[in-house]
């Protein structure tokens, strides 16, 4: 997956300093990992407008890295929290918690 | 672009978000500042000159739209890119909203270095063009001012009275500078050469041709023998000068003439230009001193044109003549502005018969571009100038009084002075001579200190007419073009009093204002005549002011 975001910044973004790469991927997992997280407790709470934005936010970060499944994933979260599904929300949350485990 | 570097604000509570943009930025020409919150963003944005801004719009505290609402405070262009999930978040509303700001623009966030840079180059050098656009309009603003200013000194006074005769005169620019030309030369005290004339076009255009006329004119008169000056060798000399020099860039009308107050006769050529409207002063009644139409060809319109002699009107006048001059913008004044039929003529006749004897001569290009407004004629359509210009009877010194101003403390002391000696030796009112001096230092002070804002020229003249009011008073009219005289409160009428004696214990300096000049006249009037302020006192004798009959 390093890889795979490597080439995306490098071609995507013209970002091809591999200690830069190295830092942004770094901080892409930091971020993603504390969205997952803040998303659980968000759901626990019944919060839609919390998960709504937490999956708009993990959305955009994804859509600069070339993480396609975390993007489809979190704007799956985002419309189920616009309708109020509490149960759709928990199984995007399941498969972003997928990717996490994939990410670590 | 070129090796300028450019400075770009970056706002997303993302750190990942800011640290990508910085990045893919990082070798392109510029230079990024990034910023998690709005305040941290506000806070830069204060301190250094951006040249656009990306923004989040969905973030914690602060959302993307009310960040540019904070700047907006400071600079109303800076272009501000909103970075949004275009694919999956756009819809009419959040494009509206981003839209309703005419410096916003909008870039996925699934955006490429490429189109990043590209949206980042399209919004700078807009904004840059604009900075250039407004800056350019800056200057030409100040260059529009400084025209104004040169071409309001190249024109004579608003008024001015000479011992033979008098003039005065409105000039109404349709945008800051004009096309109109006032030209007044004295050739001998009791003769001089007028030239009114009205340049093709509005704007810088024409008032640089305007100008270049003025000079040429006044090296006609200096270069000429006086007695050869003749309003057909003039006009063969402008049109010579607009043929030649100016290669028909622009045509002019005019009407030149030469006046001679002692012999009381006028000799004038009309080139083009509206005819001299002619009144007697007692009665009001007009008369044409041209009815043969005689005239030629505006200068500078055809270079065979001839401006033969036999062309001159030739015309005695009587001591009352008034005579009205005015550039055909006069009749272009409208009700509203598609309005096409413009100021009927005869209207305007019947409007100067009236005004011309019920008032000073001095006021009547104002007390007529203010009547033709009360009746409705408020949209000028082109520059108009309005010039009266009459004989001044020898023996109109035994009753009134009348004086140019220049704005400065001397001249102000010598023609109190001078008033109050009218007041007492010809007037024979010799206990108003002194309330004249007073009141006439005070307020003519007051003009000079705080009035003349609105000129804001220091070579402005202020009129000054004195006659009996009467049996037992004096009228006191000042004419001046400053700002509008705001009356106050008046303060205790003992405070008054004892002003009053103070003053006539230390006699007359400056500046003590409005209540001294109220106690000094109760009764005044005051009125604003598009761009002239008439302040009429009128000084009693206390015993006239209680109604007790004199010894």
Redesign the interface.
């Known amino acids: 997956m390093k890889e795979m975001f490597s080439a995306y910044l490098a071609k995507t973004l013209g970002i091809d300093d591999p200690d830069i790469q190295a830092e942004l991927i770094a901080e892409y997992r930091r971020t993603f990992m504390e969205t997952v997280g803040q998303m659980k407790l968000a759901e626990q709470a019944s919060d839609f407008e919390r998960l709504r934005r937490l999956g708009h936010t993990l959305k955009g970060c994804a859509l600069n890295i070339g993480h396609a499944e975390a993007r489809e994933y979190s704007l799956g979260l985002e419309n189920c929290a616009k309708e109020n599904d509490l149960a759709g929300c928990g199984a995007e949350i399941e498969k972003l918690s997928a990717l996490a485990a994939e990410l670590e | 672009m070129n090796d300028r570097k450019y400075n770009v604000l970056v706002l997303d509570?993302?750190?990942?978000?800011l640290?990508?943009v910085a990045?893919?930025l990082?070798?392109g020409p510029y230079q990024v500042t990034t910023a998690d919150c709005a305040e941290d963003a506000l806070a830069a944005f204060k301190q250094k000159r951006f040249d656009a801004v990306l923004s989040?719009i969905?973030m914690?505290s602060v959302d993307g739209f009310r960040f540019r609402d904070m700047i907006r405070n400071y600079n109303k262009r800076v272009p501000v890119i909103f970075?949004t999930?275009l694919m999956?978040?756009i819809d009419n509303s959040l494009i509206n909203r981003i839209m309703r700001d005419n410096y916003s623009y909008y870039l996925?966030?699934?955006f490429?270095?490429t189109s990043l840079l590209e949206k980042l180059d399209q919004v700078v050098k807009t904004y840059q063009a604009q900075n250039e656009i407004s800056q350019l309009e800056k200057k030409i603003e100040s260059d529009l001012e400084l025209a104004t200013q040169v071409q309001t000194a190249m024109l004579p006074p608003w008024v001015h009275f000479t011992d033979y005769y008098m003039f005065s005169f409105i000039y109404r620019p349709l945008f800051k500078i004009s096309g109109d030309l006032f030209e007044w030369i004295p050739i001998t005290p009791t003769r001089c050469l007028c030239v009114f004339g009205d340049i093709s076009g509005h704007g810088i255009h024409s008032a640089l041709a305007m100008t270049a006329v003025q000079s040429i004119l006044k090296q006609l008169t200096v270069i000429q023998n006086p007695d050869a000056l003749r309003p057909d060798r003039i006009l063969r000399q402008l049109n010579d000068f607009f043929c030649e020099r100016l290669n028909m860039c622009s045509y002019m009308t005019c009407l030149v003439g030469i006046w001679d107050f002692e012999e009381n006769r006028l000799i004038y050529h009309d080139a083009g230009h509206p005819d001299l409207l002619c009144f007697h002063e007692k009665t009001g009644e007009s008369f044409d001193p041209n009815p043969r139409r005689k005239g030629s060809l505006p200068v500078g319109m055809l270079r065979e044109a001839e401006y033969p002699e036999s062309n001159n009107v030739e015309l005695k006048f009587t001591d009352d003549t008034v005579f009205l001059a005015h550039t055909d913008g006069l009749w272009d004044i409208g009700t509203h502005p598609n309005d096409q039929s413009g100021v009927d003529v005869k209207t305007f006749q019947q409007l100067a018969s009236a005004a011309v004897k019920d008032n000073y001569v001095v006021e009547l290009p104002f007390r007529l571009a203010a009547a033709l407004r009360q009746i409705g004629y408020d949209t000028p359509m082109d520059d108009y100038s309005l010039i009266v210009l009459k004989k001044l009877s020898p023996d109109s010194g035994k009753s009134l009084f009348i004086r140019q101003i220049p704005l400065d403390a001397a001249a102000i002391d010598r023609v109190t002075q001078d008033a109050s000696e009218f007041v007492e030796k010809t007037l024979k009112l010799e206990d108003l001579a002194g309330k004249t001096e007073i009141l006439l230092s005070e307020f003519l002070v007051n003009i000079v200190k705080h009035g003349q804002g609105t000129s804001g020229k220091t070579s402005d003249s202020i009129a000054l007419l004195i006659q009996r009011h009467e049996e037992n008073g004096v009228s006191v009219t000042v004419l001046d073009r400053g700002r509008l005289w705001e009356s106050r409160e008046f303060e205790s009428n003992e405070d008054l009093d004892r002003l009053l004696s103070e003053l006539s214990r230390s006699k007359a300096e400056s500046g003590r204002g409005i209540p001294l000049i109220r106690k000094l006249a109760p009764q005044i009037s005051r009125r604003h005549l598009c761009g002239l302020n008439e302040t009429i006192f009128i000084i009693q004798r206390d015993d006239a002011k209680t109604g007790r009959k004199e010894k």
């Open positions: 509570d993302e750190k990942f978000i640290l990508t990045a893919c990082k070798t989040d969905m914690d970075l999930s999956d978040d996925n966030k699934n490429t270095r």
